[in-house]
């Protein structure tokens, strides 16, 4: 019961390299969104896809690109890395039922040099 | 927007003592769905509980209750009996029509033996 699986856990860039942060869940959950968390900042939303086929900007979208490839799978694509976007990012999927709580994976933890 | 606010950035308490933890939020919405988080050290993100915003009934999870205001648009947590393993930050989560989650900044619960 794997739930909601993000790859890497750890990863070190430089200035203006890219990457795709991995997502996939297994709960066949409609939403999913990709948050990044900064020290007194608390999750901030970077994109959310609310079914497939659908991606709509959070509070922090500025350079990231999402894909929601299927149910399953939401990718986070950072293009040019920047300092800034040293961070942790957690991937979480949930369904659309009012009562229905996210469910996260285990955090990506991303340092930019 | 919908707004959330945890004015609390840090606290402690003595293992076995009573703590809570605040929680505010803004919204015209009617029906939502509020919830907390516990992030331990392993950085793994757990739903605590949960509270409709329609049901006037406080809910409860063994040692965990919350003090729900709608009028006043509080959303407390309360954790009896302290234990060490309740040692992490505590996150409030406000959602509307099953999609959009927002997040506070946080609270760092450190629970001293």
């Known amino acids: 019961n794997a739930g909601v699986t993000q790859t890497p856990k750890f990863q070190v860039l430089k200035t203006g390299q890219s990457m795709t942060l991995q997502c996939a869940q297994d709960?066949?959950?409609?939403?999913m969104y990709w948050y990044r968390q900064d020290p007194g900042m608390g999750l901030r939303l970077i994109y959310y896809?609310?079914?497939?086929?659908?991606?709509d900007k959070g509070e922090v979208p500025n350079g990231y690109n999402v894909s929601r490839l299927n149910k399953r799978e939401f990718s986070l694509r950072l293009e040019s890395a920047a300092p800034s976007q040293t961070s942790v990012y957690f991937c979480?999927?949930?369904?659309?039922?009012?009562?229905?709580?996210?469910?996260f994976g285990n955090g990506t933890r991303l340092t930019v040099t | 927007a919908q707004t959330v606010t945890q004015s609390q950035p840090e606290m402690s308490v003595q293992e076995a003592e009573t703590v809570t933890l605040s929680c505010t939020y803004d919204?015209?919405?009617?029906?939502?769905?509020l919830f907390w988080y516990k992030q331990p050290p392993s950085r793994q993100m757990i739903l605590v509980i949960r509270?409709?915003?329609?049901?006037?009934q406080n809910a409860t999870e063994n040692r965990f209750s919350v003090n729900f205001q709608k009028a006043a648009k509080s959303f407390s947590l309360k954790i009896s009996d302290s234990q060490l393993g309740d040692t992490a930050m505590y996150f409030c989560?406000?959602?509307?029509?099953?999609?959009?989650?927002?997040f506070g900044t946080g609270t760092k619960l450190q629970v001293i033996p």
């Open positions: 979480a999927s949930g369904d659309n039922s009012y009562n229905s709580p996210l469910h």
């Open positions: 709960m066949n959950h409609n939403s």
């Open positions: 896809s609310a079914s497939e086929g659908t991606t």
């Open positions: 919204t015209s919405e009617n029906n939502y769905y």
């Open positions: 509270q409709e915003a329609y049901k006037q």
């Open positions: 989560a406000f959602m509307k029509n099953g999609q959009k989650v927002t």
